[in-house]
């Protein structure tokens, strides 16, 4: 850290004098009693009588104006003295979690911010999903939380008496949620999309923009990324199932209605899909629908357009659902924003991705970064860099919004339904079988968010559980349970609500 250069003052500028400093200091240590004794006061049973207060007693007036003091917040010394209060035997509680992990898994536990325990948190690991929650980080911090993807229609001229001359364009903007009215509640998911985006809207926006006839073809053009469909490193069985194909313009996850499979072209898909709306409107489509983009030469002309949710919104998607697509979409788009007018491409969105972490401090050693979704078998992430970045957000935040909630939503919506913790931890899951389950790499099971404190607060916690057959819920349920439990003893003592002003 650099240290700050000291400034003379003249005596006219002189800050508040020692007598002053020595009775801040002074009055710390007596709100630290004050509020302990308020919450053991407060704990007195209801047949102990409070003896009435003296009736010469008068309340001094209220201030004018809330009290700011750069020194002292009021509002926060609830939270600081119940972390005091109650950490020292959470640490000690952690300390007994940590050794229940084998020497392929790591985990790391603070309290609002402060290290409380650990186990092989250095150690490079695979973590599944939970990569989701670095490139939402990365995402938010470079595009902004209220960034937008535009999927535009366009047409080489203008059309005349509402015919199109030659061919119409759907220009993928990487918006991922781009949806027809019917996927969202299709089933062909596990979990249906969530903050999508309409293509019908769109289809609709062309109608009321006059066009009745298409003379040429309707071209779906993904040139705002490179053409890299999948991401390398994934293991059998992952390509086309649990990702992929994905480009800048991709609808319903590369599907069309009435087709049985995802199609092999993204780009392709989209046309027809959007096609077959266009026709659904009494639009006249003269030709089949591919994959192509108009010439470069010349300016084109816009018919419409629609944006998508805020990224807030795009990144609840990715967390609560853990959408795949998703995450790799947000990588390629990291790059475009990096290098505007290059290819978005997955290599250069990763260096972006690798480039903040490194921004912010984050201990780079042994970590590689593959893909965005976690899929990949060659990602190694280290518990202690996942917790620093959880730490730079928090419940309230959008990541810690749009993580799953234990027994309530997403990915958690079926687990600790009958815990203590049930409705209120949050968790970015992570899952890789890798089979065969005898050999490596290992499998892998993980979780990771925050647990709330009642009054102000909350628990980071990171777990990535890498073996054999650790997948498997005999073996990860109990170390999973283990933690929540442990993590459900804090705090002990006073929560920062017992802590509050008595009302």
């Given at each position: 850290m650099e240290r700050l250069a000291e400034q003379r003052r003249s005596p006219s500028s002189r800050g508040?004098?020692?007598?002053?400093?020595?009775?801040?200091?002074?009055?710390?240590?007596?709100?630290?009693?004050?509020?302990?004794?308020?919450?053991?006061?407060?704990?007195?049973?209801?047949?102990?009588?409070?003896?009435?207060?003296?009736?010469?007693?008068?309340?001094?007036?209220?201030?004018?104006?809330?009290?700011?003091?750069?020194?002292?917040s009021f509002r926060r010394l609830p939270a600081v003295v119940s972390r005091d209060v109650n950490v020292d035997g959470f640490v000690s509680v952690v300390a007994a979690f940590g050794?229940?992990?084998?020497?392929?898994?790591?985990?790391?536990?603070?309290?609002d911010g402060n290290d409380v325990g650990e186990r092989n948190k250095d150690l490079p690991v695979i973590p599944a999903s939970t990569q989701k929650i670095v490139v939402a980080a990365v995402a938010l911090d470079v595009l902004g939380e209220d960034h937008r993807f535009t999927t535009e229609v366009v047409v080489s001229e203008e059309p005349v008496d509402g015919v199109v001359a030659g061919d119409?364009?759907?220009?993928?903007?990487?918006?991922?949620?781009?949806?027809?009215?019917?996927?969202?509640?299709?089933?062909?998911e596990r979990r249906p999309v969530l903050n999508p985006t309409s293509l019908d809207a769109l289809a609709d926006s062309v109608q009321a923009a006059g066009v009745s006839v298409v003379g040429g073809s309707v071209l779906g053009d993904g040139s705002r990324?490179?053409?890299?469909?999948?991401?390398?490193?994934?293991?059998?069985?992952?390509?086309?199932?649990?990702?992929?194909?994905?480009?800048?313009?991709?609808?319903?996850?590369?599907?069309?209605?009435g087709e049985d499979r995802r199609a092999d072209d993204p780009n392709s898909a989209a046309a027809r899909e959007f096609t077959r709306l266009l026709r659904d409107r009494g639009i006249v489509v003269a030709g089949e629908a591919t994959a192509g983009s108009l010439p470069t030469a010349?300016?084109?002309?816009?018919?419409?357009?629609?944006?998508?949710?805020?990224?807030?919104?795009?990144?609840?998607?990715?967390?609560?659902?853990?959408?795949?697509?998703?995450?790799?979409?947000?990588?390629?788009?990291?790059?475009?924003?990096?290098?505007?007018?290059?290819?978005?491409?997955?290599?250069?969105?990763?260096?972006?991705?690798?480039?903040?972490?490194?921004?912010?401090?984050?201990?780079?050693?042994g970590i590689v970064l593959s893909d965005g979704s976690g899929l990949s078998l060659e990602n190694r992430l280290t518990c202690s860099a996942l917790l620093e970045v959880?730490?730079?957000s928090g419940p309230g935040d959008p990541i810690g919004a749009a993580l799953p909630v234990a027994g309530k939503s997403g990915t958690l919506v079926d687990v600790f339904t009958q815990h203590p913790v049930a409705g209120r931890l949050l968790g970015k899951t992570g899952t890789l079988n890798n089979p065969p389950f005898n050999a490596d790499p290992p499998a892998v099971k993980a979780l990771a968010g925050y647990l709330p404190v009642e009054g102000g607060g909350a628990v980071e916690y990171v777990l990535i559980l890498n073996g054999p057959t650790?997948?498997?819920?005999?073996?990860?349920?109990?170390?999973?349970?283990?933690?929540?439990?442990?993590?459900?003893?804090?705090?002990?003592?006073?929560?920062?609500?017992?802590?509050?002003?008595?009302?």
């Amino acid at each position: 850290m650099e240290r700050l250069a000291e400034q003379r003052r003249s005596p006219s500028s002189r800050g508040p004098g020692p007598f002053i400093v020595l009775g801040i200091f002074a009055l710390v240590p007596a709100l630290v009693l004050y509020a302990i004794f308020a919450w053991a006061d407060r704990r007195v049973g209801d047949s102990v009588a409070a003896p009435p207060p003296p009736s010469t007693i008068v309340d001094p007036p209220l201030p004018d104006e809330p009290l700011r003091n750069a020194v002292l917040s009021f509002r926060r010394l609830p939270a600081v003295v119940s972390r005091d209060v109650n950490v020292d035997g959470f640490v000690s509680v952690v300390a007994a979690f940590g050794p229940t992990l084998n020497d392929r898994s790591c985990t790391a536990i603070s309290v609002d911010g402060n290290d409380v325990g650990e186990r092989n948190k250095d150690l490079p690991v695979i973590p599944a999903s939970t990569q989701k929650i670095v490139v939402a980080a990365v995402a938010l911090d470079v595009l902004g939380e209220d960034h937008r993807f535009t999927t535009e229609v366009v047409v080489s001229e203008e059309p005349v008496d509402g015919v199109v001359a030659g061919d119409l364009v759907l220009v993928g903007g990487g918006d991922p949620l781009l949806s027809s009215d019917w996927y969202p509640m299709s089933n062909l998911e596990r979990r249906p999309v969530l903050n999508p985006t309409s293509l019908d809207a769109l289809a609709d926006s062309v109608q009321a923009a006059g066009v009745s006839v298409v003379g040429g073809s309707v071209l779906g053009d993904g040139s705002r990324y490179d053409d890299e469909f999948f991401a390398p490193g994934w293991g059998n069985g992952v390509a086309g199932l649990e990702a992929g194909p994905y480009d800048a313009l991709m609808v319903n996850d590369a599907r069309v209605l009435g087709e049985d499979r995802r199609a092999d072209d993204p780009n392709s898909a989209a046309a027809r899909e959007f096609t077959r709306l266009l026709r659904d409107r009494g639009i006249v489509v003269a030709g089949e629908a591919t994959a192509g983009s108009l010439p470069t030469a010349g300016d084109s002309v816009k018919v419409a357009s629609i944006e998508s949710a805020p990224l807030t919104a795009v990144v609840e998607e990715m967390l609560t659902n853990s959408d795949n697509n998703t995450a790799e979409l947000l990588v390629k788009e990291l790059a475009v924003a990096a290098t505007p007018g290059a290819e978005g491409s997955r290599v250069a969105g990763l260096d972006v991705v690798a480039a903040s972490l490194d921004g912010w401090g984050v201990g780079m050693t042994g970590i590689v970064l593959s893909d965005g979704s976690g899929l990949s078998l060659e990602n190694r992430l280290t518990c202690s860099a996942l917790l620093e970045v959880l730490q730079r957000s928090g419940p309230g935040d959008p990541i810690g919004a749009a993580l799953p909630v234990a027994g309530k939503s997403g990915t958690l919506v079926d687990v600790f339904t009958q815990h203590p913790v049930a409705g209120r931890l949050l968790g970015k899951t992570g899952t890789l079988n890798n089979p065969p389950f005898n050999a490596d790499p290992p499998a892998v099971k993980a979780l990771a968010g925050y647990l709330p404190v009642e009054g102000g607060g909350a628990v980071e916690y990171v777990l990535i559980l890498n073996g054999p057959t650790i997948s498997d819920q005999s073996e990860y349920r109990p170390i999973w349970n283990n933690l929540v439990d442990s993590l459900d003893m804090y705090p002990s003592g006073p929560t920062p609500a017992e802590l509050g002003p008595i009302r």
